[in-house]
């Protein structure tokens, strides 16, 4: 819950970044315009990893909440602790996520 609450926090903390870059020329040179769109494309990008974050752990809040949390979601077997402790949010065992 505590790193859903800080995803939030940088979200909202990058929220001006994201917005429209206004392509004013008086206000700003070309390459200021450039620079502007690519903080822009990173910020989006960034905020897009957030997202993708949070899907994760709020599955494996879902996954704690029916009993199925530490399991892999694919063949079922139980996902070693060690794996878990280095992503928490982890859905699949190393076997099914290379595909093997």
Known sequence: MERLQTLDEEDAASAGARSVV???QA???R???MDALQHQAMAQAQARRRAAERV???AAL???DEGEYGYCTDCGEPIPAE???LDPALARCAECTRGA
Do not use: N, Y
């Open 27 to 29: 206000a700003t040179g």
């Open 56 to 58: 994760r752990i709020r």
């Open 22 to 24: 206004e392509l004013d």
């Open 62 to 64: 879902a996954r704690l």
């Open 31 to 33: 390459l200021s315009r």
């Open 83 to 85: 794996r878990l402790e």
